[in-house]
């Protein structure tokens, strides 16, 4: 969608969530509604595989005019949401000898996948310096300067997105309620 011309708070605001909103809540294969195995803590999700909902309107675009500040700060605080939407490396490591019959005989790594995950909000990264291009105070904003800079934000999500949150749950060699503290009430 363009942003439109002349430029308007809504072009703004919808062609910011095809760029980055969009982007971020494509893929997830993780979250509170899918995890990638039963031990993983809930704890460590934020959302569901369905990822955020934009979080600003027009209205958040504040001034009859619209400025570039006000741009700057309203897009980058919004995009920086998104960066817990990321690859996370889930592990599953079985403690001990092994060597039973309980549900994981075998000890050491049983699982271990990267995937997008909408992580838990402490996972959240910093965008660093997004370059605004002619997006500054005192130049008149058009469609392409805009077009730039959003491209920039995008950019800058999806070099965090890209990056590998590492979750390493350990367990022991079976299901313990179950199988081996089941079994000593039995001896």
Known sequence: MAISDPVSKAGIVNRFE?????????????????????????????????GDSINITSADITGTVITASTIRTVLETEAALYTNIRQQQAILFVEGAGGNTGSRPTPGTIFDQTQVAHLDTGNRASLGAISSGSVTTGNVIDDTNLETYMGNIATAYNTIRTTTITDQVNVCHASCHSSCHGSRGRR
């Open 18 to 50: 095809d760029l980055v909103t969009d982007v971020a809540n494509t893929g997830i294969v993780w979250g509170t509604d899918n995890k990638p195995f039963t031990e993983m803590p809930d704890g460590n999700y934020a959302g569901t595989t369905a």
